[in-house]
């Protein structure tokens, strides 16, 4: 009789213990798929009350249903092969909300090593999503911040020879044609001396920003290559198409009339550009269409600035 009365104490302090915690103990028997227990706290937490929880199809249909598929269908094939496992979700509550759900699962198996039930222990780890979910939004705003000009706003240098190695692999792959314009604001220098650094700023994020909104392509890119310098990345552009492209920046920064009265005719501020297209073949280097193209600019500021001259490489 007293082993009878302390097996009944033992129970009784398991029994306390298990409901003390925060973790939600519970049971289902494998052969009905019914839960033979499952533990007071689930109804604080999810509003379902304790006796709500009668068969597996009720834990089911409480989970998120961009959840349920998967989850269900991995704990049932792990059950049935006798693997311990555990699964993250979003368990459903009452009012129509949901909570963010670990559920750690021990496989009971018998003398035959066949599944007799399934133990285990639903945590609350709703904290530690939202926690997870900051770091991956800082790590995708860092990862953002990495590829954008600190001053402009616009695609940094980095990004834009990123792209361009994607780009020039399509290219080559493809037989489609790739054209980059390379951009200078005329007299900068003499911008900057004359109407000082923190205009002069201000001066390159208009120009960056207009650039910005003369592409149009999905993959098109404009980014700051360095000081005064822009580039405009046009994959599956011809040389007619990058032309246009490269009239459009020039009639759009014309429009703005930034005061340059250094300048050497019109008081107004101007750019010159560089543009090329090339379909580049097996063995050709993408940092000799950026030189050829660096070169078109080149003749562009000496045949007198604020003009555009291209060619087919």
Known sequence: ??????????SAVYKTLLESTQAIPWKIDW?????????PQIEPLLGWSQDSWVSAEDWAMRIHPDDRDYVVN??????????DHEADYRALTKDNGYVWIRDVVHVVRDENGEAQSLVGFMFDISERKKTEEKLISLQKELEALSFKDG?????????FDSSLDVEWTNA??????LSLILLDIDFFKQYNDR??????????TRVAQTLSLAIAGPRDIAARFGGEEFVIL???????????????????IEKLQILHEKADDGQVLTVSMGVGTIVPSAGMEATDFIQAVDKCLYSAKQNGRNRIESARI
Not at 74 to 81: T, V
């Open 172 to 177: 080559q792959r493809t037989g489609q044609p």
């Open 195 to 204: 109407y000082g650094h923190i205009l002069g700023d201000k001066c390159l």
């Open 31 to 39: 052969a009905s798929m019914q839960f033979a227990y499952i533990g």
């Open 151 to 159: 001053l402009t706003g616009i695609a940094n240098r980095r990004r």
């Open 1 to 10: 009789m007293s082993d009878i009365h302390d097996l009944d104490s033992d």
């Open 234 to 252: 046009l994959p599956e552009t011809d040389e007619n198409g990058a032309r246009e492209v490269a009239e459009r920046c020039q009639r759009l």
């Open 74 to 83: 991995f704990c049932i094939s792990q059950s049935k092969a006798g693997i």
